[in-house]
Each structure stands twice: as C-alpha cells, then as structure tokens.
Nanobody, 114 residues
Framework: QVQLVESGGGLVQPGGSLRLSCAAS????????VGWYRQAPGKERQLVARFRSAGTLWYSEPVKGRFTISRDNTKNSIYLQMDGLKSEDTAVYYCNRYPAILPWGQGTQVTVSS
C-alpha cells in the first residue's frame, strides 16, 4: 500500500518561509497530477497547489505568487516552498494525487504566528 510522508512544517513568524517535503513509498508522482492540500482548524481540506497531468501548475488564489510546488521524480517526492507566510496559512499540510485517491499521510503542521 502506498504511503505518503509529509515533513518540514513548524512554527514561523509572519513573512517567513518554510519548505515542505512529501515522500511516497512508490513511483506514484511522475507524470501524474499530484499536489498539496491543507486543512485549517474547523475547515475542510482544500487543494492549494498541484501539477496538472500536462505538466502545468495550478495554485489557489490565496497562495498564488507566494507558494511554489516542485517535484523530484528520482526521489518520488514533491515539495512546497512557502514564502511570505501569513497567519491564514496556518494548517496541516498534506500531499496526495489529484483527485485525492490515495490514503492520507499524517500531514505536517504549519503554524504562522508572531
């Protein structure tokens, strides 16, 4: 069974940066639509960034221009560089295929606070 392991979260001040990593136990990311999701307290999980199957990128409006998704197929990994963090970015971040058909990993907590 495929496993997803997210890491790189933490506590950061507003305006700071973090780089999240997601490692998969198998080759499930290459040439497929994969992305990053987040779930803030009391809210539904939402997609924030993804690779489309055609290779282009998509970002949700709240993170556009601040977040950058990347991948390393040789390591079965995707990444999320988050710059200019805001308090509203506080959430647990997850990776998954798009649509999210794989079992969810444990996520990584990102807290933006002064």
């Amino acid at each position: 069974q495929v496993q997803l392991v997210e890491s790189g979260g933490g506590l950061v001040q507003p305006g700071g940066s973090l780089r999240l990593s997601c490692a998969a136990s198998g080759d499930i990311f290459s040439s497929l639509s994969v992305g990053w999701y987040r779930q803030a307290p009391g809210k539904e999980r939402q997609l924030v960034a993804r690779f489309r199957s055609a290779g282009t990128l998509w970002y949700s409006e709240p993170v556009k221009g601040r977040f950058t998704i990347s991948r390393d197929n040789t390591k079965n990994s995707i990444y999320l560089q988050m710059d200019g963090l805001k308090s509203e970015d506080t959430a647990v971040y997850y990776c998954n295929r798009y649509p999210a058909i794989l079992p969810w990993g444990q996520g990584t907590q990102v807290t933006v606070s002064s």
